[in-house]
């Protein structure tokens, strides 16, 4: 008798491989995020795309607010058009990422979801700001 886990083979390793090598391009985790804008490493801009006052209520050090549905050429004219956007929201819960990575896509912009949203950070044991 086979668990409902291996019911379905696992994908040959290469398959699986390339899967998880392109899983990477697409989005980034609350860590590799903390580790880089920690350790003066950020080479991206960390975008919330929630609404304005869940942002002055509670955010990620050293983000910029851009709700996703203000992410339009104007609202980014003054970021060079390689910056690699990293954007998140609320959490697992909330597709605000996924809606602010296509509006970025569609504007030619480079983008990653960072996995997790605040409800990661938080749950990492990371902080936020409020205010600013």
Not at 56 to 84: A, C, K, W, Y
Not at 94 to 100: D, F, I, R, V
Not at 113 to 118: A, D, E, F, R, T
Request: glycine share 10%; proline share 4%; with cysteine.
């Amino acid at each position: 008798m086979s668990s409902a886990v291996s019911r379905v083979a696992a994908a040959p390793s290469s398959l699986a491989l390339a899967h998880f090598e392109k899983l990477l391009a697409f989005e980034t985790d609350c860590w590799d995020v903390h580790h880089a804008t920690t350790n003066g490493l950020k080479d991206f801009v960390l975008v919330d795309v929630r609404g304005e006052e869940l942002y002055q209520q509670g955010h990620i050090q050293g983000s910029i607010n851009i709700p996703h549905t203000r992410l339009n050429e104007r609202n980014l004219s003054h970021f060079p058009m390689d910056t690699l956007f990293v954007v998140y929201c609320a959490g697992p819960h909330c597709n605000g990422t996924e809606k602010a990575a296509i509006r970025l896509a569609k504007l030619g912009r480079p983008v990653k979801k960072m996995i997790g949203g605040v409800t990661g950070w938080i749950d990492e044991g990371f902080t936020l700001n409020s205010g600013e």
